[in-house]
């Protein structure tokens, strides 16, 4: 059965800081990996997916997230974070040998004080 | 483009009693998923449609949980009877066929059940 881990439920960094939000996975097949954020009262919104590739992935908002395959690994990462990315992060993976069936981690807050 | 529409945005019932989610999701997506959200989890796939046929319902609870998506656009998720651990944020979210199951997902802004 396919699983995500984010192992951090609460990440706290300071305005201008790197960031690191932590995701492991384990899929039998080739994984397709996606982090999602929701903000307050509103839905989950795409910020980026690895394919195939590159194993960094660039997406919205400064966000990118390196694939490492040895390790089952998909951390999202920010060189300079902003209050502004205070939100609730989400790791998903889909199997493709598995009719695409998503599993979504439980979930990181991310805080970001100034 | 409009996003995933859903409603109610809220519902409280007791429970035993019966529930119904809408969801029209955004125009031209084959795909179309019921997530629900516990609070403090992740979103858990209750069911996956692709036009009207179901890809994935192994995690639906089908003594008490059903959905259809008759003309292959718009979505009903049912609850019938609902119990107290049903509480919890049912999210839709579509996707376009296109690129098949690498494709992102959009959801919208779910339906909070609370069951008492």
């Known amino acids: 059965a396919q699983s995500v881990a984010q192992p951090e439920d609460q990440v706290n960094v300071a305005e201008g800081n790197p960031l690191t939000v932590k995701c492991t996975y384990s899929v039998s097949g080739n994984p397709y990996l996606f982090w999602y954020v929701q903000y307050p009262n509103r839905g989950l919104q795409f910020l980026l997916k690895?394919?195939?590739?590159?194993?960094l992935v660039k997406g919205s908002y400064g966000f990118e997230a390196e694939f490492n395959k040895s390790q089952t690994s998909f951390h999202l990462k920010k060189p300079s974070a902003l209050v502004s990315d205070s939100a609730l992060y989400f790791c998903a993976v889909r199997d493709r040998a598995n009719a695409g069936k998503s599993t979504f981690g439980d979930g990181t807050t991310l805080t970001v004080k100034p | 483009e409009a996003g995933v529409a859903q409603s109610p945005r809220y519902k409280i019932i007791e429970k035993r009693q019966s529930v119904a989610f809408w969801c029209n999701p955004i125009s031209g997506h084959a795909t179309l998923y019921w997530y629900q959200q516990i609070l403090g989890q992740g979103p858990k796939l209750l069911i996956q449609f692709q036009n009207n046929g179901v890809v994935d319902d192994s995690q639906l609870p089908k003594d008490r949980f059903s959905a259809e998506r008759l003309k292959g656009v718009d979505s009903t998720l049912k609850i019938q009877p609902a119990k107290l651990e049903d509480s919890a944020v049912y999210l839709c979210?579509?996707?376009?066929?296109?690129?098949?199951?690498?494709?992102?997902?959009?959801f919208g802004p779910g339906t909070r059940l609370t069951v008492l």
């Open positions: 690895y394919i195939t590739g590159d194993n």
């Open positions: 979210a579509s996707s376009p066929l296109g690129q098949g199951v690498n494709n992102e997902q959009f």
